[in-house]
Each structure stands twice: as C-alpha cells, then as structure tokens.
C-alpha cells in the first residue's frame, strides 16, 4: 500500500500544478474556517435589522460542541477544490498516455487504481486533520466554557466529513476514468449537483423515499446544514447510521465502477 | 517485427505488455502466464517515448525505477549508456525528439531486463539520431539481451535482426531466419567489352531470365548455378568481364514478395 501511494505521491510532487491546487484549497479551508465571525459581522452590515435583532455575539458559531456539526459541513463544501485535483490527476495519465507506460512497466490495472484510491485518502485525511486542529483552536478561542464530555457531542462529525470528502473524490476519479478528458469532467462535476438537483425536485411530490439514496445526496447527508439550529429551527445534529451505509455503499460502487471500466478498456 | 502500417504490430506487443485486451488467444512469457510481476522483467517502448512532460529525465526514471522494482544505482548507468547524464535535470518536455527517443531506450534498460521490445526507436529521427540509436541497440545485443524490434526500416532489420515476422492485417504471413533471405535465386550483373555478350550470355547453360539494362546485363541465375560459374564460362570464351556484381534478394524484396503473395482468403486464417 505504501509503495503504490509513493508512486503517485511523486507524480504528483513535483507537478507544480499540484502545489497551487493544493495550496488555495488548504488556504481557503484553514482562513475560511477560521472566518466565521467575520462572516456574521458582514451579514450585519448588509442585511437590515440582522445584527440588531439578533445579537451575532450570542451565536455560538465556535462554540463547542457547536462547532464540530458547523465546520465539518462548512468545509464540505470546499471539497469540489480537491476534487479538481484529483480530475486532473487522473486525467493527465491519459492525456500524456502515462497510465498505458505504467502498466507497460509492470503495474497491474488494480495497482493503478489503488494508488489514486490510496492518494484520495490522504487528501481526505489531510483535510479532516486540517479541520479538526481549526475546531480546536477556535473552539478553544471562543468557548467560553469547556464543559466535558458535552463538549465533545458531534465529534463523530469528522469521520462523516472524512467520508464526505473521500466518498466525493471516489466519484470524481470514476468520472475522470470514465470521461479521460480535464475539462469535460470538470463539467460534468460540475452539472452533476445541479441534475442531481433537478431530479430530486421534480420526484419530490411522487417518491420522496428514494431521495436520500441518490449518489451526490448521499455523500450531502451525511453532514446535515446546521445553521438553521440559529433561526429556531429543527436540525439533525447527528449522524443516523443509514446515511452512513448509503454513502459507503455509493463510495464502494464508485470505485468498483473505475475497476471495471479500468479493466475492460484498452489503454 | 515486419508489417506495413497497421498491420497489427503495435497491437501485438501492446497485447504481449498488457495494455491490450487480446479477444482470444493466448500467450505466455517465459513460460509463465503473463502478469504484471512478468511484465518488470521486460523493458518495452511502445510506438513513441511517453513520460510526464513535468518531470525531469532523472525523475521520470526515478519513478519508474520504483514501479519496476529496479535498483537505483541503474540510473546513472543507463543515462549514461544513452548519453544523456548532462540532461538529466531538465524537464522531459524540454528535450529533442532524439532525446525523448534515448531516454525511451534508457527506461526499457532500467531493470536489466530479459527481453527488451522497441517499436519502431528510430522513427522520426533525423541521420544521425538514427546511427545513434542503431550503435546503442547493437551495444545492448552484444550484451547478450534478446531484442524485439518492430520496424518499417528493412535495411536495419537485415543489419540487426536474427529472425524476421511478416504480419499483414493482424495475420502472421511469415516467420523465419533474416540469414535465409539471401539463399535461392541469385541475380548476377555483368558487363564486358563485347558485343555479342547478349547472345553468349544465353549460351551459358545456368541463364535463366537475362535483362538488358544501361551498360550491363542482369542474368537470374538457375538453382545451383552461381556468379563464379559464368565467371569461368565468360573466361573459357576468352571474355573477360569488366563488371560482375552478386547480387542476393534482399529483406525488402522478400518482404513485398511475402505481402503480395498473401492472398485475401489467407487474411481469414
């Protein structure tokens, strides 16, 4: 496992490509977590009556255990970031005809796929460290009490963000393998959330239960929006086991799908 | 390897490397069933050098070093081999066509393989890229390495080869041993200061077919007759020849001979 990961860590260290991907979206995701006060403060400015009516001192934003649910889906939302690296990734071994090189050398179509698997989890795991030491830090910050192990409820929003994030890159690869071409993935990503989008709408009135089995859903749902909880509304500040299996399910049909079509093809 | 364009020979290796998806048929390397763990004991280039565009020479080895498995001492051997070690630092994408070509060559040698396959090395090279890697591919088979070369340039393949395949549309029309080209019919080209020589020429029992062309006759020579032969009758007749050439069927006659006979039901074979 450690060999196929270092094969692909190299190609990918010494593309500089790599390095601003990277860069801007570990940037964003460490300045942009720790932004969230900012972030009310220029609501207040813009929206009429917002911080007089609410008092955004008293929004718990980083507060534990608060921040566990409100960080980890606030990052999700970064992870289309990573994911164009791994499209590009995948991509350029077909564009530069690579991949057809690698197996030439002596790597099995299996080893291949593993290795970007393999990379797809570090990124992952990278991610969710990066998010879990700023829920730290700024829960240390701004909590004005550290009451344990209430503090600690939601933790378990991490591995779901872990999840997310690795779920989502297992989709974008497959489209990279299945499309072969940068832009034309990246589209399709892109596009993805909105058809996704527009399906789920029009069933909505007829087959609301099988929502929550639709692949980009899934991976959506497994760390539910939670800042409705300042409006006084109802959220669900848990992870239910069935969100869990659905997106595991999908990450596995993901993945098995690139297999295949690796396998099949010639290259 | 011999075929015109298209004719199944990159296919053919690309199936032997893996990267090809035979749909029936099958193959074994060195007696074992083709896998990947095979596949590092071979060092292949197949139709043109590819490497990431990004990475310098001696990082595009590195890697593959580490996918082969090959020791990394190798490195700075074969670079040198192929003279490129004062490039090595530059990234790929800055290279020459020749270049790109030599590092190809290098990397197939990365492991000390068994077997080396290059699909056609010398392809776009100017002159003297081309007597460059044709010196490096006789330095790599006096090493004692079995080579499969697949090339369009025939004359190389007589110079370097041992053996010789003819495929035309994916079928094999022929296999055989590169020395048995020149046995059989012999064509002798001969000229003399005389005027009848035509005429004499018939006269000599081992005429086959006699052609005139500008200031010499080419006589085709009967099954066991040879250049020497005529020699000695011209000379019995008081002739002497001026000019006598030997000429043997070359691998590029054979082989259009071999693809013009290949008629269209034994495409189906």
Same mark, same amino acid.
């Given at each position: 496992?450690?060999?196929?990961?270092?094969?692909?860590?190299?190609?990918?260290?010494?593309?500089?490509?790599?390095?601003?991907?990277?860069?801007?979206?570990?940037?964003?995701?460490?300045?942009?977590?720790?932004?969230?006060?900012?972030?009310?403060?220029?609501?207040?400015?813009?929206?009429?009556?917002?911080?007089?009516?609410?008092?955004?001192?008293?929004?718990?934003?980083?507060?534990?255990?608060?921040?566990?649910?409100?960080?980890?889906?606030?990052?999700?939302?970064?992870?289309?970031?990573?994911?164009?690296?791994?499209?590009? *990734?995948?991509?350029?071994?077909?564009?530069?005809?690579?991949?057809?090189?690698?197996?030439?050398?002596?790597?099995?179509?299996?080893?291949?796929?593993? *290795?970007?698997?393999?990379?797809?989890?570090?990124?992952?795991?990278?991610?969710?460290?990066?998010?879990?030491?700023?829920?730290?830090?700024?829960?240390?910050?701004?909590?004005?009490?550290?009451?344990?192990?209430?503090?600690?409820?939601?933790?378990?929003?991490?591995?779901?963000?872990?999840?997310?994030?690795?779920?989502?890159?297992?989709? *974008?690869?497959?489209?990279?393998?299945?499309?072969?071409?940068?832009?034309?993935?990246?589209?399709?990503?892109?596009?993805?959330?909105?058809?996704?989008?527009?399906?789920?709408?029009?069933?909505?009135?007829?087959?609301?239960?099988?929502?929550?089995?639709?692949?980009?859903?899934?991976?959506?749902?497994?760390?539910?929006?939670?800042?409705?909880?300042?409006?006084?509304?109802?959220?669900?500040?848990?992870?239910?086991?069935?969100?869990?299996?659905?997106?595991?399910?999908?990450?596995?049909?993901?993945?098995?799908?690139?297999?295949?079509?690796?396998?099949?093809?010639?290259? | 390897?011999?075929?015109?364009?298209?004719?199944?020979?990159?296919?053919?290796?690309?199936?032997?490397?893996?990267?090809?998806?035979?749909?029936?048929?099958?193959?074994?390397?060195?007696?074992?069933?083709?896998?990947?763990?095979? /596949?590092?004991?071979?060092?292949?280039?197949?139709?043109?050098?590819?490497?990431?565009?990004?990475?310098?020479?001696?990082?595009?080895?590195?890697?593959?070093?580490?996918?082969?498995?090959?020791?990394?001492?190798?490195?700075?051997?074969?670079?040198?081999?192929?003279?490129?070690?004062? /490039?090595?630092?530059?990234?790929?994408?800055?290279?020459?066509?020749?270049?790109?070509?030599?590092?190809?060559?290098?990397? +197939?040698?990365?492991?000390?393989?068994?077997?080396?396959?290059?699909?056609?090395?010398?392809?776009?090279?100017?002159?003297?890229?081309?007597?460059?890697?044709?010196?490096?591919?006789?330095?790599?088979?006096?090493?004692?390495?079995?080579?499969?070369?697949?090339? @369009?340039?025939?004359?190389?393949?007589?110079?370097?080869?041992?053996?010789?395949?003819?495929?035309?549309?994916?079928?094999?029309? @022929?296999?055989?041993?590169?020395?048995?080209?020149?046995?059989?019919?012999?064509?002798?080209?001969?000229? +003399?200061?005389?005027?009848?020589?035509?005429?004499?020429?018939?006269? &000599?029992?081992?005429?086959?077919?006699?052609?005139?062309?500008?200031?010499? &006759?080419?006589?085709?020579?009967?099954?066991?007759?040879?250049?020497?032969?005529?020699?000695? &009758?011209?000379?019995?007749?008081?002739?002497?020849?001026?000019?006598?050439?030997?000429?043997?069927?070359?691998?590029?006659?054979?082989?259009?001979?071999?693809?013009?006979? +290949?008629?269209?039901?034994?495409?189906?074979?």
């Amino acid at each position: 496992m450690i060999h196929l990961l270092k094969i692909d860590l190299k190609k990918l260290t010494s593309y500089r490509t790599f390095w601003i991907i990277c860069g801007m979206y570990f940037f964003t995701l460490v300045v942009g977590a720790a932004s969230g006060m900012e972030f009310l403060k220029w609501l207040a400015r813009i929206i009429d009556g917002f911080g007089q009516n609410i008092n955004i001192n008293r929004i718990p934003l980083y507060h534990f255990p608060d921040i566990w649910q409100n960080l980890a889906w606030s990052c999700g939302l970064l992870k289309m970031g990573l994911a164009i690296m791994v499209v590009i *990734s995948i991509t350029n071994e077909y564009t530069y005809r690579t991949i057809r090189q690698n197996i030439i050398d002596g790597m099995s179509r299996e080893e291949f796929l593993l *290795s970007k698997v393999y990379t797809n989890l570090v990124l992952a795991a990278a991610s969710m460290l990066a998010v879990f030491l700023i829920a730290v830090v700024t829960g240390l910050i701004y909590s004005p009490e550290l009451d344990f192990p209430y503090a600690l409820t939601g933790i378990a929003f991490f591995p779901a963000y872990f999840l997310e994030v690795f779920a989502f890159l297992s989709f *974008s690869l497959m489209i990279g393998i299945f499309i072969q071409r940068s832009g034309l993935t990246i589209i399709v990503l892109l596009f993805s959330y909105l058809i996704e989008l527009i399906i789920k709408e029009n069933i909505d009135n007829y087959l609301p239960g099988i929502i929550p089995f639709f692949p980009l859903e899934s991976i959506m749902n497994l760390v539910p929006m939670p800042f409705a909880r300042y409006a006084f509304q109802e959220i669900r500040d848990y992870i239910t086991i069935g969100s869990v299996a659905i997106a595991l399910a999908w990450t596995f049909i993901f993945n098995y799908l690139s297999y295949r079509k690796l396998k099949k093809s010639d290259i | 390897m011999l075929g015109p364009n298209g004719s199944g020979k990159t296919t053919t290796l690309g199936m032997l490397m893996g990267v090809v998806n035979p749909t029936a048929g099958s193959f074994s390397w060195f007696g074992q069933p083709p896998t990947n763990v095979v /596949r590092k004991k071979i060092g292949a280039v197949l139709e043109h050098p590819i490497f990431y565009p990004y990475l310098s020479g001696q990082k595009n080895l590195e890697l593959m070093a580490m996918i082969k498995e090959a020791p990394v001492e190798n490195i700075s051997k074969v670079l040198a081999l192929v003279e490129l070690s004062t /490039r090595k630092d530059d990234k790929y994408k800055t290279y020459s066509l020749g270049m790109k070509q030599r590092l190809a060559i290098a990397s +197939a040698l990365l492991n000390d393989p068994i077997v080396l396959i290059l699909d056609e090395p010398t392809n776009g090279l100017d002159p003297m890229g081309i007597a460059e890697i044709r010196e490096i591919i006789k330095r790599i088979a006096a090493d004692g390495k079995t080579i499969i070369l697949a090339s @369009h340039l025939l004359d190389e393949v007589q110079k370097v080869c041992t053996h010789f395949a003819v495929l035309k549309r994916g079928n094999l029309m @022929h296999i055989g041993p590169v020395d048995e080209v020149g046995k059989g019919e012999e064509l002798v080209e001969v000229a +003399a200061y005389h005027d009848d020589l035509g005429v004499i020429l018939q006269e &000599f029992a081992g005429s086959g077919v006699i052609k005139r062309e500008e200031g010499h &006759f080419q006589v085709m020579m009967k099954d066991g007759f040879h250049g020497q032969d005529l020699n000695r &009758f011209l000379f019995d007749k008081g002739i002497v020849a001026s000019h006598l050439i030997t000429k043997k069927k070359t691998l590029e006659k054979q082989f259009l001979e071999i693809l013009a006979e +290949a008629h269209p039901t034994a495409d189906r074979k």
